[in-house]
Antibody, heavy 124, light 110 residues
Framework: QVQLVESGGGVVQAGRSLRLSCATSGFTLSNYGIHWVRQAPGKGLEWVALISYDGTNRYYADNVKGRFTISRDNSKNTLWLQMNSLRPEDTAVYYC?????????????????WGQGTLVTVSS | QSALTQPASLSGSPGQSITISCTGTSSDVGGSYYVSWYQQHPGKAPKLMIFDVNNRPSGVSNRFSGSKSGNTASLTISGLQAEDEADYYCSSYTSTSTLVFGTGTTVTVL
C-alpha cells in the first residue's frame, strides 16, 4: 500500500534551520511529483512547495520562497524540505503528499495520498 | 497566492444535501481544470474526495459530487450522514504553476 512517512519535526528557535524528511513506499517514487502542505494549529491547509517526478521543476509558496528548499532522491525513495530562517508563523504540522497526476513535468494536483504529518514549532 | 474563499461553516440534517462553494479568480479556479476537494476529520490527514472538478476517486461515496461555474467550484454532499461531519477544503492549480487551498468549511450534521 502507498505510504508516506514524515519525520524531522520538533521545536526550534526563530532564525534557525530544520530539515524534514518524507520516506515513501508502496509505489514508484520516480513516477510522481510530491508536495509539502502545512497546517498551523487550528488553521486551514496551506500549500508550501512541489517537486516534479525527476526534480527538474520546483515551485514554492511566496511566503517560503528563498527560505525553503524541496529536494528528492528517487533511489532512496525519500524527499526533504530544508527550512531555513524559520519564523514563528512557520509553526505547523507539515504533510508530504503525492501528486495524483503521475508522470508529468506539470505538477497540478490532486494530492491523492498523504502522510500523517510532523509538527514543527518555531519559538520566538 | 490568496486563499480561495469558502464559507466558514455549514450545517444540515441527516439525509439533506449541502453545497460548499469555493470562489477564486480567473488565475486559479476559473482558469483551471485541476480543482480538487478534501475531507479532514480532527487530528487526521486530509482525504481526497473529488479531483479534476468532478471526478471521484475509487472508494469515495457517490454522495459526493463536484462542479464548477466560472470562478466558483462547488462540492455537494447528498444524503448527509453523521460521518460526513468534518472540515472540507478545495484546492486549485494556478496560472503561476503553484497550488492554492480554500479557507476551509466546517460541516456540522445536526
Amino acid at each position: 500500500q502507498v505510504q508516506l512517512v514524515e519525520s524531522g519535526g520538533g521545536v526550534v528557535q526563530a532564525g534557525r534551520s530544520l530539515r524534514l524528511s518524507c520516506a515513501t513506499s508502496g509505489f514508484t517514487l520516480s513516477n510522481y511529483g510530491i508536495h509539502w502542505v502545512r497546517q498551523a494549529p487550528g488553521k486551514g491547509l496551506e500549500w508550501v512547495a512541489l517537486i516534479s517526478y525527476d526534480g527538474t521543476n520546483r515551485y514554492y509558496a511566496d511566503n517560503v520562497k528563498g527560505r525553503f528548499t524541496i529536494s528528492r532522491d528517487n533511489s532512496k525513495n525519500t524527499l526533504w524540505l530544508q527550512m531555513n530562517s524559520l519564523r514563528p508563523e512557520d509553526t505547523a504540522v507539515y504533510y508530504c503528499a503525492r501528486d495524483g497526476g503521475g508522470y508529468s513535468d506539470i505538477v497540478t494536483g490532486p494530492f491523492d495520498y498523504w502522510g500523517q504529518g510532523t509538527l514543527v514549532t518555531v519559538s520566538s | 497566492q490568496s486563499a480561495l474563499t469558502q464559507p466558514a461553516s455549514l450545517s444540515g440534517s441527516p439525509g439533506q444535501s449541502i453545497t460548499i462553494s469555493c470562489t477564486g479568480t480567473s488565475s486559479d479556479v476559473g482558469g483551471s481544470y485541476y480543482v480538487s476537494w478534501y475531507q479532514q476529520h480532527p487530528g487526521k490527514a486530509p482525504k481526497l474526495m473529488i479531483f479534476d472538478v468532478n471526478n471521484r476517486p475509487s472508494g469515495v461515496s457517490n454522495r459526493f459530487s463536484g462542479s464548477k461555474s466560472g470562478n466558483t467550484a462547488s462540492l455537494t454532499i447528498s444524503g448527509l450522514q453523521a460521518e460526513d461531519e468534518a472540515d472540507y477544503y478545495c484546492s486549485s492549480y494556478t496560472s503561476t504553476s503553484t497550488l492554492v487551498f480554500g479557507t476551509g468549511t466546517t460541516v456540522t450534521v445536526l
